[in-house]
């Protein structure tokens, strides 16, 4: 089995607005001669073949949150519901990426905004959602109220043959995982063969993106380390609200944008400072990237494309429009 | 006691607490800087410090609140401050550059604007 086969195998798609990303699993699985054969190899050594399957990465709506800079409330996160069940394609399954909901001191108020968020969620009409938390939702109360409503913080399953992973960077306070949860990652692989596709969701980056904004997880790079035999992993995280992309090493990384407010280029800028409110583009920035890899068994080739789209705002244009966002209550 | 003998005990002490004098001296002309900071949601005071490059530093932590994070990776500084306890984190700059300090315990709603700078000169 060619070592390049093994790596970009996993084609990978996103749709529309804020609702983050969409990704294609697509192996080629009707691929031919050389490319079939490797696919064929590869099920036999992870148990269950590939087969083409699509999924959403959403992230951050922050529920609850009122601004400024973003005085929609859920506004975004219901209009990328909606765009979810219009797409033309229904996803597999939905992975979101962290901070469901901005946190409060009060308790009642929080599980509300959690209920809020969940309400919400469960209009997507998928199979499966998935859910890590972020430092909003689990933070100050080292994620127990998270726990009571979506169960634990980290996880694994397996679908159509690849291997996810939730890794939960927030419960702690720190930005870190743990050596708990680093023990049960490398017990969790154990059964895996090195060539499984493998693909981890989480909160915060992985990797020094920008430690001075807080993007950054302390002990990624041991988490990383475990990740390191294996030749096909994807990681998929939310927190920094801009699509980002990072090859580190053999492993790529995609942020997704948020569902309440984005930030700009660290490397552009100097400050920590959200993109203001534009009354008359509610929505800029809160897009969704398409992500292609047009896998054709060729090694050494990168075949990865991206298409960004922007947030449909529709009704929600122009003076009137926004006041009519305004007029809804937000908790 | 015979006066030789007390002479020579006299003669002693006022030896030892010469030494002593001399001793503290040094250790007090060699003590770095001490540079108190304060945390508390979601501020730090001083909210910007000046070092000098090379220059031995004790930075002085304590909250006022709950535990704050104090994390400069580049200043290899990553410490936890609890509130209650005083923190001394020796610190001695080799770069000149201005170093965005941040909480990195999760502390509240405004968290991820709890920062400070340090600035180190040459």
Redesign the interface.
């Known amino acids: 089995m060619k070592e390049v086969d093994r790596r970009r195998f996993m084609k990978i798609a996103g749709s529309s607005l804020g609702i983050g990303v969409l990704y294609s699993a697509m192996p080629s699985a009707r691929a031919k001669g050389e490319a079939g054969a490797f696919f064929g190899e590869l099920g036999k050594k992870n148990g269950e073949a590939v087969t083409p399957f699509t999924f959403l990465q959403l992230s951050d709506a922050h529920v609850g949150f009122d601004g400024p800079p973003d005085p929609l409330g859920t506004k975004a996160f219901e209009r990328a519901v909606e765009m979810v069940n219009a797409l033309p394609q229904r996803p597999d399954l939905v992975l979101f990426t962290g901070d469901l909901t901005?946190?409060?001191?009060d308790k009642d108020t929080h599980a509300n905004r959690m209920r809020r968020f969940l309400e919400i969620s469960k209009r997507m009409n998928v199979p499966l959602v998935k859910y890590v938390p972020g430092?909003h939702d689990a933070?100050?109360d080292a994620g127990q109220m998270y726990r009571e409503f979506l169960g634990e913080s980290y996880y694994s399953f397996d679908h159509r043959g690849v291997h996810f992973i939730a890794l939960d960077n927030?419960s702690r306070?720190?930005?870190e995982v743990g050596p708990d949860q680093l023990a049960w990652l490398k017990k969790d692989l154990a059964r895996f063969d090195k060539s499984a596709p493998i693909i981890v969701f989480t909160h915060r980056p992985l990797f020094?993106l920008k430690?001075?904004?807080?993007w950054?997880t302390?002990d990624g790079d041991d988490v990383m380390n475990v990740l390191a035999p294996y030749q096909n992993v994807t990681v998929l995280y939310g927190h920094i609200h801009r699509d980002d992309e990072h090859a580190v090493d053999h492993v790529h990384h995609y942020a997704a944008r948020s569902l309440i407010f984005a930030f700009p280029d660290p490397e552009k800028t100097a400050a920590?400072k959200p993109f203001p409110f534009d009354k008359d583009a509610p929505f800029k920035n809160l897009g969704i990237r398409l992500v292609h890899e047009n896998f054709a068994g060729k090694p050494l080739v990168n075949t990865v494309s991206v298409q960004d789209v922007e947030l449909t705002t529709r009704e929600f244009m122009g003076i009137n429009g926004i006041n009519q966002i305004l007029r809804n209550p937000s908790l | 006691m015979r006066p030789k003998a007390l002479k020579i005990i006299l003669s002693a002490l006022l030896m030892i607490t010469l030494l002593g004098i001399i001793i503290t001296h040094q250790v007090s002309a060699e003590a770095p800087r001490v540079i108190e900071i304060t945390a508390k949601r979601f501020a730090f005071t001083p909210n910007q410090i000046t070092l000098k490059k090379g220059e031995p530093v004790i930075l002085r932590l304590k909250s006022e609140d709950v535990?704050h994070?104090f994390?400069?990776?580049k200043l290899k500084i990553?410490e936890?401050i609890e509130p209650g306890k005083t923190l001394d984190v020796a610190v001695t700059p080799d770069t000149a550059g201005t170093?965005?300090?941040?909480c990195?315990?999760?502390c509240?709603?405004n968290?991820?604007?709890m920062?400070m700078t340090i600035s180190v000169v040459e």
Do not use: C, Q
Not at chain 1, 211 to 214: F, I, S, T
Not at chain 2, 99 to 102: D, N
């Open positions: 901005h946190d409060t001191e430092e933070g100050l927030v306070a720190k930005p020094d430690p001075e904004w807080e950054f302390s920590k | 535990t994070g994390f400069m990776r990553d936890t170093y965005t300090t941040i990195d315990h999760f509240g709603v968290h991820g604007s920062n």
